[in-house]
């Protein structure tokens, strides 16, 4: 029974683009050993990680989403394990109710919405006390409070 899989890399930042492409030709060769084809790929670049790994504090970060049979997994496990320039990887299988990642802001020309100029904020209309009003009701309200006092 064929499935999708999505395979998640991270990969040393010591390897330059070219060593990258290198290993994800690699992998992409292991699942068309196995009977697979990756259907996309998408190069997320460099992170930050949460947490170092082998003392490296940063990973260059690929998602292939393939198709195969299960014997495949099995066999990308066994291979990645071997790799010293993967740090860490995870092949899931694809439930085919999951919407896809597909980060296509970049492709459709949108523009980057993080940056630039921030928009109002409540707090620049609301009044010391929180409410929405301006400051002149208040005065109102003090001179109703006092004729009531009387």
Same mark, same amino acid.
């Given at each position: 029974?064929?499935? +999708? ?5 991270? #990969?040393? @930042? $010591?390897?330059?683009?070219? !060593? ?5 030709? +690699? %992998? @992409?060769? #292991?699942?068309?050993?196995? !009977?697979?084809?990756? &259907?996309? $790929? ?9 947490y170092?790994?082998?003392? +490296? $504090?940063?990973? @260059? ?11 495949? %997994? ?7 394990? #071997?790799?010293? &320039? ?9 439930? +085919?109710?999951?919407?896809?990642? #597909?980060?296509?802001?970049?492709? $459709?020309g949108?523009?980057? *919405? ?13 009044? *010391? =006390? !929180?409410? @929405? ?5 208040? =005065?109102?309200?003090? =001179?109703?409070?006092?004729a009531?006092?009387?």
């Amino acid at each position: 029974m064929v499935r +999708k899989y999505e395979i998640a890399l991270v #990969i040393d @930042t $010591e390897r330059d683009e070219a !060593g990258v492409k290198e290993i994800v030709q +690699k %992998v @992409t060769s #292991i699942v068309k050993a196995n !009977g697979g084809e990756v &259907d996309r $790929e998408d190069h997320w670049g460099r992170r930050q990680l949460a947490y170092p790994i082998n003392k +490296k $504090e940063w990973g @260059t970060y690929v998602v292939l989403i393939a198709s195969g049979e299960n014997s495949l %997994v099995s066999e990308l496990n066994r291979q990645l394990r #071997i790799m010293d &320039d993967v740090l860490r990887f995870l092949v899931v299988h694809k439930d +085919k109710y999951a919407p896809d990642f #597909i980060p296509r802001a970049r492709e $459709e020309g949108r523009p980057d *919405r993080r940056g630039g100029e921030r928009g109002p904020r409540d707090r620049d209309f609301r009044g *010391r =006390d !929180g409410g @929405t009003s301006s400051g002149d009701d208040s =005065d109102d309200d003090q =001179d109703e409070m006092s004729a009531h006092a009387s």
